[in-house]
């Protein structure tokens, strides 16, 4: 069974940057596909990155293109959040997560992660 464990989160002001880090132990399978979601209470989750692992696709939601970076390091089985310029409106509980899914949905931010980890907290201050 994988576990997935983030870290990085934070408190910041606006315009600040975080790297969020995700670590998987156990057994990770045949995932090809991660990605960073986030969630604000009240709010659905939305996903905000993805990678496609095997050719290094990338999907970023609107909202933190040009902001945000999604990296993986495949040897560590690790993902990251590079997330620079940094608003109130990133506010949220940060999640990463992944799957065996479509190349073509996981590079187009439509996808069903197969497992996730326990979230860290982002909190940005204007």
């Known amino acids: 069974q994988v576990q997935r464990v983030e870290s990085g989160g934070g408190s910041v002001q606006a315009g600040g940057s975080l790297r969020l880090s995700c670590a998987a132990s156990?057994?990770?399978?045949?995932?090809?596909?991660m990605g960073w979601f986030r969630q604000v209470p009240g709010k659905e989750r939305e996903g905000v990155a993805t990678i496609y692992t095997i050719d290094g696709s990338t999907y970023y939601a609107d909202s933190v293109k040009g902001r945000f970076t999604i990296s993986q390091d495949n040897a560590r089985n690790a993902l990251y959040l590079q997330m620079n310029s940094l608003k109130p409106e990133d506010t949220a509980m940060y999640y990463c997560?992944?799957?065996?899914?479509?190349?073509?949905?996981?590079?187009?931010?439509?996808?069903?992660?197969?497992?996730w980890g326990q979230g860290t907290q982002v909190t940005v201050s204007s």
């Open positions: 997560a992944a799957a065996f899914t479509h190349p073509v949905g996981c590079a187009s931010g439509r996808w069903s992660p197969a497992d």
């Open positions: 156990g057994y990770t399978g045949s995932k090809n596909c």
